[in-house]
């Protein structure tokens, strides 16, 4: 079949399903890290600590931890458009459901139920992208979904502070409003996912007969070729040496993405700025982080590389936030963390492709999951870890030195695990056009 049938394909695809799975990801970003908007008076109001706070920020993953792997196995077998709109709508309804928030009690455990509700959402649309795109186009279909977590946090800083203005309005908190505002959108965006996202190609009636048949035969060939070099099954994906690898290093760069984000801006405000220019100036590091992922995501598509890539970004994150350790206390910190926001968001497009090269089916299914699961307990341990040395040392700065250190090891570990002898990665079928 012409390359001009591919083209169209992979063109309407990406057109018709991209806008809605960007915008779904800048609202679940935006209710997931708005509470470090929010303590910026909430904490004030509530008494809540910062080792209180990192923990209850960080309470959100432990809940996605747990229902992660189920959540991406009942998306597998009823189908992405039906559960991922559930996801969507259930932790709209908690996030705004965060407004009821009294203290330090009900703020842990809204927030661990908001992490419950949103599990599988991630991981869920990466597998929903492997029914989409085969794997010579997945590095920049990833990029264009996960430079939405950038552009979130570029835009949340400006709005939640601006929200934060409404302090007072009809009796409710500036804080209040922040979770009511930016909660219900989740549940439209919800609600519009059910309404027009088709579960696989052969249910797009928007491609010509020509481009479904030969979009499902490119992503079926594929999916022979992988299951035909390994065939794991679903068990056997959970104990497999190159999952809980690739899970360590997806942990590390969570680690270093959330405990940045949570505790960037008030690490913004300890240098003396408001409100208002706290959240615009938080929104820097986010923007150079767009231009990483696209930078890397094109680059790794380009050369068909994953390994140098994905070392390059971890690398740069450890000097980046090492830099930032060293220049605490001074502007200067927010070009370094800039860097450091270049290397965290790079190293997501070269690292996400990699499950699907030997995982399909329900292996892949639990597989993404438990990798995406492992690295959100890096979502604890980051604002946990820095809450408690913020409260023990009354500096971010060893803090910041903890996540370049992690991010180091998992930099010089990408060499050693992500090549094609510990792998095995599966040859992409001779006959799909190269990208």
């Known amino acids: 079949m012409s390359d001009a049938v591919a083209d169209r394909a992979i063109r309407k695809a990406f057109v018709r399903l991209m806008p809605v799975l960007f915008v779904s990801y800048i609202l679940a970003y935006i209710d997931r890290v708005n509470v470090g908007f929010a303590a910026l008076t909430m904490n004030a109001d509530l008494g809540i600590s910062p080792y209180i706070f990192g923990?209850?920020?960080?309470?959100?993953?432990?809940?996605?931890?747990?229902?992660?792997?189920?959540?991406?196995?009942?998306?597998a077998k009823v189908g992405?458009?039906?559960?991922?709109?559930?996801?969507?709508?259930?932790?709209?309804?908690?996030?705004?459901?965060?407004?009821?928030?009294?203290?330090?009690?009900?703020?842990?455990?809204?927030?661990?139920?908001?992490?419950?509700?949103?599990?599988?959402?991630?991981?869920?649309?990466?597998?929903?992208?492997?029914?989409?795109?085969?794997?010579?186009?997945?590095?920049?279909?990833?990029?264009?979904?996960?430079?939405?977590?950038?552009?979130?946090?570029?835009?949340?800083?400006?709005?939640?502070?601006?929200?934060?203005?409404?302090?007072?309005?009809?009796?409710?908190?500036?804080?209040?409003?922040?979770?009511?505002?930016?909660?219900?959108?989740?549940?439209?965006?919800?609600?519009?996912?059910?309404?027009?996202?088709?579960?696989?190609?052969?249910?797009?009636?928007?491609?010509s007969s020509e481009e479904r048949s030969w979009l499902q035969n490119a992503l079926d060939s594929e999916a022979r070729a992988v299951a035909g070099a390994h065939g794991l099954s679903l068990l056997q994906s959970l104990a497999d040496m190159r999952v809980l690898a690739l899970a360590f290093i997806w942990f590390a760069n969570t680690t270093a993405n959330l405990g940045l984000a949570f505790f960037l801006p008030q690490i913004l405000k300890g240098l003396g700025l408001t409100d208002m220019q706290t959240g615009i100036t938080t929104s820097i590091p986010y923007i150079f982080g767009t231009l990483g992922i696209i930078a890397f995501g094109f680059i790794s598509d380009r050369h068909n590389e994953r390994r140098w890539t994905l070392c390059?970004?971890?690398?740069?994150?450890?000097?980046?936030?090492?830099?930032?350790?060293?220049?605490?206390?001074?502007?200067?910190?927010?070009?370094?963390?800039?860097?450091?926001?270049?290397?965290?968001?790079?190293?997501?497009?070269?690292?996400?492709?990699?499950?699907?090269?030997?995982?399909?089916?329900?292996?892949?299914?639990?597989?993404?999951?438990?990798?995406?699961?492992?690295?959100?307990?890096?979502?604890?341990v980051g604002p946990y870890a820095i809450g408690w040395i913020r409260d023990a040392t009354h500096s971010y700065q060893a803090g910041l030195y903890l996540l370049a250190a992690l991010s180091f090891v998992a930099a010089v570990l990408v060499p050693v695990v992500v090549n094609p002898r510990f792998l095995k990665v599966a040859t992409p079928t001779s006959g799909l056009k190269r990208a």
């Open 55 to 75: 923990l209850g920020a960080g309470v959100f993953f432990l809940g996605y931890f747990v229902c992660e792997i189920p959540s991406n196995l009942v998306m």
């Open 80 to 207: 992405a458009r039906r559960w991922i709109s559930r996801i969507m709508i259930s932790w709209g309804v908690i996030a705004v459901a965060m407004a009821l928030v009294q203290g330090p009690a009900s703020f842990i455990v809204i927030r661990f139920l908001l992490g419950a509700a949103e599990a599988g959402f991630f991981p869920g649309v990466i597998l929903y992208l492997t029914y989409w795109f085969p794997q010579q186009y997945r590095a920049r279909m990833i990029a264009a979904f996960i430079v939405a977590v950038p552009v979130s946090l570029a835009l949340g800083g400006p709005v939640s502070t601006a929200i934060l203005q409404m302090d007072g309005v009809a009796g409710l908190k500036g804080w209040q409003w922040l979770f009511i505002l930016e909660g219900l959108p989740t549940i439209l965006v919800g609600l519009v996912f059910l309404k027009v996202m088709p579960d696989r190609p052969g249910e797009a009636k928007w491609l």
């Open 312 to 380: 390059a970004a971890l690398a740069l994150t450890a000097l980046g936030l090492t830099a930032a350790g060293a220049l605490s206390g001074s502007l200067l910190a927010v070009a370094v963390m800039a860097v450091a926001a270049v290397g965290i968001y790079g190293a997501k497009p070269p690292f996400w492709p990699l499950p699907s090269t030997f995982l399909v089916g329900n292996a892949a299914a639990a597989g993404i999951a438990l990798i995406n699961a492992t690295g959100n307990l890096g979502g604890f």
